[in-house]
């Protein structure tokens, strides 16, 4: 095999790696920010009051999903064209009999990018589940509040009421 075309290989293995490695520090970040969102809401098995507002409304949480995210498909896209020069270097001519482990190295790198993929859609797949849970229960916990407050006042007024019609009901009774 010639010099220069060695080092081509290995110049992809190399962007192969380093992409792998930052992608795997990215989606454990990702991860763990997807993860700290569902249970910043709990705390000792009760919800505390900032579930009443809606989820990553603007917020820089949010701001850090979408960008996190953007960073992570982009990385992801990288990769695959690496990937796509490995195979491409794998088939073309003049490529020598070491055909056999240039293609076990590349099908490790397409694994690697296939886990890394699906790990970052089912990641963002369940953060997606979880925000759009979390919204509805913060309109219903509004809702719910927004009744007992309204109810609060009508049954103070149906009290007074029934007061006063007893008070008068004693009044007239001989």
Partial sequence: MAAGTSSYWE????????????LDLKLVSFSKLCTSYSHS???????????????????????MFETMAIEIEQLL???????????????????????AALMHTLQRHRDILQDYTHEFHKTKANFMAIREREN???????DIESYKSGSGVNNRRTELFLKEHDHLRKGFQW
């Avoid at 110049?11 to 930052?22: G, P, Y």
């Avoid at 491409?88 to 070491?98: F, I, R």
């Avoid at 509805?136 to 509004?142: E, I, P, T």
């Fill in 77 to 99: 896209a990288r990769l695959t064209g690496v990937n796509d020069k490995m195979a491409e270097y794998t088939n073309s001519a003049g490529v020598p009999s070491l055909n």
């Fill in 41 to 63: 809401s709990t705390r000792d098995g009760r919800r505390d009051s900032s579930d009443t507002t809606p989820l990553l409304n603007g917020s820089s949480q949010d701001r």
């Fill in 11 to 22: 110049d992809l293995r190399k962007q192969a790696r380093q992409l792998e490695n930052e």
């Fill in 136 to 142: 509805l229960m913060g309109s219903v916990r509004k």
